[in-house]
Each structure stands twice: as structure tokens, then as C-alpha cells.
């Protein structure tokens, strides 16, 4: 099984600041990560899948960047309703398919 | 407007079943894989179990592989989950949610339900 390790756990920072959360895998997943944003009482939202590919309706502002184990969302300047959890997938190696731990960005 | 709703959640017994649903409309329901994802309260999310639209094929995490079995309904447009032998730590959230392309090629999940609320408490 595919171990993904996400950090830091918490990302405090205030409006208009730049956000950067890791998702580091424990062999390699080619480029086959995504990335999805879940607020409170809320459903999962996917962001970038692929690595890199901005799913439909994502703002420009989030960005997707890394390959092998290393991978990295990148939130170029945040809006207040960035504020939530942030979580990684990988899909190469499955079943099963597996999730970090989560980062939450929260409101210095 | 694609769209998924879950349906079946409630509390149950330890050891007792729960089917839960997930009506989908918007897209051809047959032609793409379907999952199930489940989060724990103040937990993170879990891949539960896949159904892959062209070859039906199931899939399940060890943790509920032999208790939980995925289907579908194709004229309904309608995913299920039978939940058998259920214990404490099956209590969570459950989403259903469709891949990101035909045919399982990409296992990504592009659009997700509200969820439906699974407790086990005796």
C-alpha cells in the first residue's frame, strides 16, 4: 500500500499570503496525485488531478507541481474561502487507493 | 447538472446491515467507474470500495472486504452498498463519487455526493 504523508498538518497564514502544502509518497506514484479541498460539513472538492491538471472550475490560483514521490499545491494568494482541508490522493497503485492526512490551512 | 445523492444512512447495531444508495443523474452512470469513500468524525478520508463501469469489476479495502459488497443498478442510475457485520469503527460519513473519466483509466474523483451518516452503536 501507498503511504501518503502530508505537511505541514496545520498552515496558518492571513489573507492574500501565499500557501504551500507537500504530499510526499512513500514509492513512487508517477504523476498520478490529486488534490482536494474539504471545508466543513462539506464534500470533498477535486482541485488538480494529475499532478498538475486544473479540474474543471478551479480558480487559477491553485497550482500543482511535482512527479515520483514529491509533489506540492501551491495556493498563490489566499482567499478567505481557501481556509479548509487539503487533501492528496494517489492512483497508480491500487487497490486500495489512498489519501494523506489532510492539511489544514487555517486564518492567522 | 451532474449529481449524486446518498441515501441509507442511519444507526445500527453492531453486526446488523445497512444498503446505502447513491442516485446519479447527469452522465451515462454505466460508462464510469464508482467509488465509495467514508470519513470518520474528525477523521480523514478512506477509500471504502470501486466499481468499474465496462467490466463491472469490484474492488474493496481489506478492511471491509467480505462484509461490504458495491453494486449497481444501471437502469436506475443508481450505485449501492450493502454493509454486513457492521462494528463500531464502519461509523462515518459516506460519499459516493464518480471518476474522473470513462472506463476507470483514472481513478481521480470529480465529483462527489453530500455524503449520508453511517452510526454503529449498540
Known amino acids: 500500500e501507498i503511504v501518503l504523508t502530508q505537511s505541514p498538518g496545520t498552515l496558518s497564514l492571513s489573507p492574500g499570503e501565499r500557501a504551500v502544502l507537500s504530499c510526499r509518497a512513500s514509492q513512487s506514484v508517477s504523476r498520478y496525485l490529486a488534490w482536494y479541498q474539504q471545508k466543513p460539513g462539506q464534500a470533498p472538492r477535486l482541485l488538480i488531478y494529475d499532478a498538475s491538471n486544473r479540474a474543471t472550475g478551479i480558480p487559477v490560483r491553485f497550482s500543482g507541481s511535482g512527479s515520483g514521490t514529491d509533489f506540492t499545491l501551491t495556493i498563490s494568494s489566499l482567499e478567505p474561502e481557501d481556509f479548509a482541508v487539503y487533501y492528496c490522493?494517489?492512483?497508480?497503485?491500487?487497490?486500495?487507493?489512498?489519501f494523506g492526512g489532510g492539511t489544514r490551512v487555517e486564518m492567522k | 447538472e451532474v449529481q449524486l445523492v446518498e441515501s441509507g444512512g442511519g444507526l445500527e447495531q453492531p453486526g446488523g446491515s445497512l444498503t446505502l444508495s447513491c442516485a446519479a443523474s447527469g452522465f451515462t452512470f454505466s460508462s464510469y467507474a464508482m467509488t465509495w469513500v467514508r470519513q470518520a468524525p474528525g477523521q480523514g478520508l478512506e477509500w471504502v470500495s470501486a466499481l468499474i463501469g465496462v467490466t463491472n469489476n469490484t474492488l474493496y479495502a481489506d478492511s471491509v472486504k467480505g462484509r461490504f459488497t458495491i453494486s449497481r443498478d444501471s437502469s436506475k442510475s443508481t450505485l449501492y452498498l450493502q454493509m454486513n457485520s457492521l462494528r463500531a469503527d464502519d461509523t462515518a460519513v459516506y460519499y459516493c463519487?464518480?471518476?474522473?473519466?470513462?472506463?476507470?483509466?483514472?481513478?481521480?474523483?470529480?465529483?462527489w455526493g453530500k455524503g449520508t451518516t453511517v452510526t454503529v452503536s449498540s
Open positions: 463519487a464518480k471518476v474522473l473519466t470513462p472506463g476507470g483509466s483514472n481513478m481521480h474523483m470529480d465529483v
Open positions: 490522493q494517489q492512483r497508480l497503485n491500487w487497490p486500495p487507493l489512498t
